[in-house]
């Protein structure tokens, strides 16, 4: 059964992660879709991090893992990551998070009845410490609404989405190495021209982060924002209104 399932690609970025790691990678392994490849790469961590990786990988050989030499960051670390995946579906995760068992599955059968969708998201709930809950998403659901404003942990949490490679071209799927702000954003933007993107309605997803914090990186960087859009507009076909994009910035002000 589970040679005729579509193989998903499942990159995960490491960084002194060791306190939640166990459970984040324990979380991939009992997804009810079998038939993934969990890519990980610790960045140069000096605590059990990349220990802990390497006690998985023995036990399971759907984990492959790596470690950086140095420490990279993360857009050079995502881009190696993306490097080594064979899947024509690609998921991402957070080290820190923990996704619910059918979180993979709902994604690529959404995908699969849906060829005209890019990248899907889902609902998360938010956590910090161990596990206390601090919040839920309230994301929305349709391409359209995404679209206005295709942000980061605005309008979808990049930890929670599944991309259908297969609508994209080459070289399109990579993470901007000269820039350490609203990259996952610029991933987005750089997608959106392939298909829709959308999210779930399920909540299939703790993120161990709150949700504030999206908000004041955009007051903290006016002008990182401002390039995000003029980008947009030169590079990626992107179309929609300087105030509908810029309309989460105008909120926090």
């Given at each position: 059964?589970?040679?005729?399932?579509?193989?998903?690609?499942?990159?995960?970025?490491?960084?002194?992660?060791?306190?939640?790691?166990?459970?984040?990678?324990?979380?991939?392994?009992?997804?009810?879709?079998?038939?993934?490849?969990?890519?990980?790469?610790?960045?140069?961590?000096?605590?059990?991090?990349?220990?802990?990786?390497?006690?998985?990988?023995?036990?399971?050989?759907?984990?492959?893992?790596?470690?950086?030499?140095?420490?990279?960051?993360?857009?050079?670390?995502?881009?190696?990551?993306?490097?080594?995946?064979?899947?024509?579906?690609?998921?991402?995760?957070?080290?820190?998070?923990?996704?619910?068992?059918?979180?993979?599955?709902?994604?690529?059968?959404?995908?699969?009845?849906?060829?005209?969708?890019?990248?899907?998201?889902?609902?998360?709930?938010?956590?910090?410490?161990?596990?206390?809950?601090?919040?839920?998403?309230?994301?929305?659901?349709?391409?359209?609404?995404?679209?206005?404003?295709?942000?980061?942990?605005?309008?979808?949490?990049?930890?929670?989405?599944?991309?259908?490679?297969?609508?994209?071209?080459?070289?399109?799927?990579?993470?901007?190495?000269?820039?350490?702000?609203?990259?996952?954003?610029?991933?987005?933007?750089?997608?959106?021209?392939?298909?829709?993107?959308?999210?779930?309605?399920?909540?299939?997803?703790?993120?161990?982060?709150?949700?504030?914090?999206?908000?004041?990186?955009?007051?903290?960087?006016?002008?990182?924002?401002?390039?995000?859009?003029?980008?947009?507009?030169?590079?990626?076909?992107?179309?929609?209104?300087?105030?509908?994009?810029?309309a989460p910035f105008i909120r926090t002000l």
């Open positions: 059964m589970t040679k005729n399932k579509p193989l998903v690609s499942i990159i995960l970025p490491i960084h002194n992660s060791g306190e939640f790691l166990s459970d984040c990678l324990s979380s991939l392994l009992r997804q009810t879709h079998k038939n993934i490849e969990i890519i990980a790469i610790d960045d140069n961590s000096y605590d059990s991090s990349y220990k802990i990786l390497r006690t998985f990988a023995r036990k399971d050989k759907r984990i492959r893992g790596l470690r950086n030499i140095k420490r990279y960051g993360p857009s050079i670390t995502l881009n190696r990551l993306l490097r080594r995946t064979k899947g024509s579906f690609v998921a991402f995760m957070d080290a820190e998070d923990v996704s619910l068992k059918d979180r993979i599955k709902k994604q690529v059968n959404f995908l699969e009845k849906n060829i005209d969708v890019v990248a899907v998201g889902t609902q998360c709930v938010f956590i910090e410490g161990r596990n206390k809950r601090i919040g839920k998403s309230n994301f929305p659901r349709h391409n359209q609404d995404i679209y206005q404003s295709p942000l980061h942990g605005v309008s979808m949490q990049f930890e929670t989405i599944m991309i259908n490679r297969n609508l994209l071209p080459k070289d399109v799927l990579k993470f901007n190495t000269k820039s350490k702000t609203f990259i996952y954003s610029d991933v987005f933007l750089k997608v959106l021209p392939y298909g829709k993107v959308v999210n779930l309605d399920d909540y299939l997803h703790y993120h161990r982060n709150h949700p504030g914090t999206y908000f004041s990186d955009l007051r903290k960087n006016p002008v990182s924002f401002i390039k995000l859009f003029l980008k947009s507009k030169a590079f990626y076909s992107y179309s929609s209104p300087f105030r509908s994009f810029f």
